[in-house]
């Protein structure tokens, strides 16, 4: 039973469309977010929801939109997508206090052409 | 802004060979100190929080300590399935969880 669940593990898409990925967590947590990592592992923080609200914003293109219709939901919608949003993202969420850490999803490894 | 730096960036070791990673980090006002470890191909998995200097935690061959500006993550006596990328995090005051470039081991039969 998959704590942090994304979809679509893989997405290969051409510059210029729109995507999006999904992200579910049955944990029971208030609070989930957005991470991408790029090529050399790094591990950036993009967004964080608590309870539905957008509580964290990183400088990330405006390209980039969470949506967050329930706090068991957090998705990623990204508009004309160019080469260098290529990266794996990953989806996590965690008790408001962030106490015993974050859990995180497998991620989406989202290649641009 | 909050920085977290670890060293080595790669750790080759023989299976039996105990070794330590570091984590360095700058941050205002610190509410944890992360572990993580991330296998290829997946998420990162939660090992430790650490809260205050002093502190330290074990879980079968990892032990992480923690001091004021410094955090260590020992391996004793690894085996091939430790092989992965280490990750420490901070977490400041905003709740905000800042990962360094992490530390990958592989271990060698």
């Known amino acids: 039973d998959t704590a942090v669940s994304q979809t679509p593990k893989y997405l290969v898409t051409q510059m210029g469309n729109d995507k999006s990925i999904k992200c579910e967590q049955n944990l029971g947590h208030d609070t989930m977010y957005w991470y991408k990592q790029d090529s050399k592992k790094f591990l950036k923080i993009m967004f964080s929801y608590n309870n539905k609200e957008l509580i964290i914003n990183e400088t990330v293109p405006n390209r980039f939109s969470p949506k967050s219709p329930d706090k068991a939901h957090l998705n990623l919608h990204i508009n004309s997508l160019e080469l260098g949003d290529s990266a794996v993202y990953f989806c996590?969420?965690?008790?408001?206090?962030?106490?015993?850490?974050?859990?995180f999803g497998s991620g989406t490894r989202l290649t641009v052409v | 802004e909050d920085q977290v730096t670890q060293s080595p960036e790669a750790l080759r070791l023989q299976e039996g060979e105990s070794s330590s990673l570091n984590c360095s980090y700058t941050?205002?006002?610190?509410?944890?100190l992360f572990w993580y470890r991330q296998d290829p191909g997946k998420g990162p998995e939660f090992l430790f929080t650490l809260y205050s200097a002093g502190e330290e935690k074990e879980k079968e061959r990892l032990k992480a300590t923690l001091t004021k500006k410094e955090s260590f993550l020992h391996i004793t006596a690894p085996k091939p399935e430790d092989s992965a990328t280490y990750l420490c995090?901070?977490?400041?005051?905003?709740?905000?969880?800042?990962f360094g470039a992490g530390t990958t081991v592989t271990v060698r039969a």
């Open positions: 995090a901070v977490q400041p005051n905003d709740y905000k969880l800042s």
């Open positions: 996590a969420s965690s008790r408001s206090d962030g106490h015993y850490g974050y859990t």
């Open positions: 941050v205002s006002g610190l509410r944890g």
